[in-house]
């Protein structure tokens, strides 16, 4: 691994509203790095995860991710590079699964003409034209990896990737995962199966009491 790295922060501490969610946070991930996320419920992982996608800012210390500083505007320049799958299927129900890729491909600044292949890639090929609303859980789960894999990140966040999926979409996860780092991004994986993200991680860390240890 050489160059900067991908995700740097030093002392960092968020707030949201009058709490202090995470304190004097000290992080480097570097190219090629898959990095486990553990810490009890409520401990601050997807306040952490949320941090570095750019979607909140540190309220003490700096940091920086693809090289932007996440205190200022820059953040916003390198947010499409950023792919972010949480707890909740970030897709818009009222549209179809196919719908939902060509609206993220547009976003993103790629062609449509990846969708059909990314829905195939996934075992959606039959389901293109389904609503999401009416879809299950683990297909729309499953989108959302046929979005990540048509769109070139540099970056992948993932909260509990493995929840509620049965073994080929797991394997569809860890797939993923593996391409990301062979291509030179990085993964974080916040989990609380610590033998499975084990298995795939360079390394793990665990948040506790809003501090990595």
Known sequence: M???????????????????ILRDVDLEIEAGEVVG???????????????????IRPA?????VLGADLS?????????RIGMIGHVPGIFPELTLAENLRYAARVAG??????????AAVGLAGAADRPAGAASHGMQRRTEFARELMIDRSLLLLDEPHSALDRDAVDLVEG?????AAE???????????????????????LVGGTLT
């Open 2 to 20: 050489s160059g900067a790295p991908l995700v740097e922060l030093s002392g960092v501490g968020v707030r949201i509203g009058s709490s202090q």
């Open 37 to 55: 996320l553990f810490g009890a419920n409520g401990a601050g992982k997807t306040t952490a995860l949320r941090l570095i996608a750019t979607l």
């Open 60 to 64: 003490q210390g700096s940091g920086t």
């Open 72 to 80: 200022s505007a820059e953040r916003y320049d390198v947010r499409r």
């Open 110 to 119: 790629v062609s449509t003409d990846r969708v059909a292949g990314a829905l």
């Open 176 to 180: 993923l995962i593996e391409r990301k």
């Open 184 to 206: 030179g991004g990085a993964v974080i994986v916040v989990s609380h199966d610590r033998d499975r993200v084990g298995a795939i991680a360079h390394r793990t860390v665990d």
